[in-house]
């Protein structure tokens, strides 16, 4: 990797055309735009990279700068006005999308106790990661979910969904992951409101986890076909006990420490058909390798704090920050702390780069496998 900085880092994996302006070219190239085409050469370069060229940039967003913003919404608007209250997460490379990171779109929401959201269903799937506050729930097809700090929930595309805070409550934030700008780029998008602003709860509350919630336990004779999973919380607590007990026997990944994917525990592949999620720790002191991947990713620090470096920038992080990592750059964490866990919760549209057969990883083959640091 060259020293002179991310940009050149870039730079350095966009082949080069090589046919300079005459007048006779420049003549040429412009009939051609009056005839809405053009020629190959003049874009060959930034359409066909020799590697991903992602426009999207690293990024790193401090929940203690977006946190004050996200509750100042709750006093400017309403949730029957804005239909979600959200601030979302834009990166600088990705404007003309609204993406976080290629595809993929991020926000935060919040709701005010006794605040109810109305229910709509799209194209889009939807995850989120649930940041703070009591008595938050989401329904979606006709279940209410209760909804916990570090809880990681599903609301696939196509079905009923409507959030809300139970009265008695607080006011709740959690970090909604969307497929929106994936849905918009293949022109595949709709969006629906349900005709009753509430749907009826058909099913007990919690349902899908006392179904289908117990690892290595299928309900004899429940059919499943549908193409997400039919568990649609998984638990904090759960998952935590079972980052600590892999980690008991095993030091997991060099790249990643202790990860799981969270899976459809019917077919053990992805929740949803266009993103996956993960959640993996890293014990006191620990340092990974790094790798890089096809396929973007949003991370959030879910416990403890931490510093990653993705593409020869550093960046340190505490809980509840947000942070991105764009297709084929190379990444790497630490633990700094040599007391406490660091636990981070991932998203990424790896099912969609898997089932196009585009999946391809390298590990960071200099220097003990560590970047240097950018300026
Ligand atoms: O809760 O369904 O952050 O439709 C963006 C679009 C949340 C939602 C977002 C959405 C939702």
Redesign the pocket.
């Known amino acids: 990797m060259a020293e002179a900085g991310y940009d050149q880092y870039r730079e350095d994996r966009i082949g080069r055309a090589n046919v300079a302006d005459t007048p006779a070219l420049v003549d040429f190239y412009e009939d051609l735009d009056r005839l809405s085409a053009g020629a190959l050469w003049t874009v060959a370069n930034k359409i066909e990279p020799w590697q991903p060229a992602p426009p999207s940039v690293p990024m790193l967003w401090r929940y203690a700068d977006l946190r004050p913003h996200v509750l100042r919404a709750l006093e400017l608007v309403t949730p029957e006005k804005a239909g979600?209250r959200?601030v979302?997460l834009l990166n600088p490379g990705r404007r003309e999308i609204d993406a976080a990171v290629g595809f993929l779109?991020t926000?935060l929401?919040v709701m005010n106790a006794g605040e109810v959201?109305s229910s709509?269903r799209?194209s889009?799937s939807?995850l989120r990661f649930i940041m703070e506050g009591e008595g938050a729930y989401t329904v979606v097809d006709g279940t209410e979910i209760t909804l916990g700090a570090n809880d990681f929930v599903l609301?696939p595309n196509g079905t009923w969904?409507e959030?809300g805070v139970r009265e008695g409550g607080t006011a709740c934030i959690w970090q909604?992951g969307?497929d929106?700008p994936l849905m918009n780029a293949l022109d595949a998008n709709f969006y629906e409101v349900h005709p009753e602003l509430a749907q009826a709860r058909t099913e007990p509350v919690d349902a899908s986890t006392s179904i289908w919630g117990h690892p290595g336990l299928r309900p004899a004779g429940q059919e499943w076909s549908r193409r997400y999973s039919p568990l649609l919380r998984y638990e904090w607590a759960r998952t935590y006990e079972a980052l600590n007990d892999y980690a008991r026997v095993s030091d997991g990944s060099r790249f990643d420490g202790i990860h799981f994917d969270f899976v459809n525990p019917v077919t053990g592949g992805a929740v949803m058909p266009t993103m996956g999620a993960s959640m993996q720790m890293l014990r006191p002191g620990e340092r990974t390798q790094a790798h890089r991947q096809v396929g973007s990713f949003v991370f959030q620090c879910a416990r403890g704090s931490g510093s990653a470096v993705i593409g020869g920038r550093h960046y340190a992080f505490g809980e509840r920050d947000i942070f991105c990592v764009p297709s084929w750059t190379f990444h790497e964490f630490a633990n700094g702390s040599q007391s406490e866990d660091l636990c981070l919760f991932s998203f990424h549209d790896l099912p969609v780069i898997r089932a196009l057969g585009l999946y391809r990883e390298e590990a960071y083959g200099e220097n003990d496998g560590h970047q240097p640091v950018l300026s």
């Open positions: 979600r959200v979302y779109y926000g929401q959201a709509h799209h889009a939807a609301t969904h959030h909604d969307l929106i």
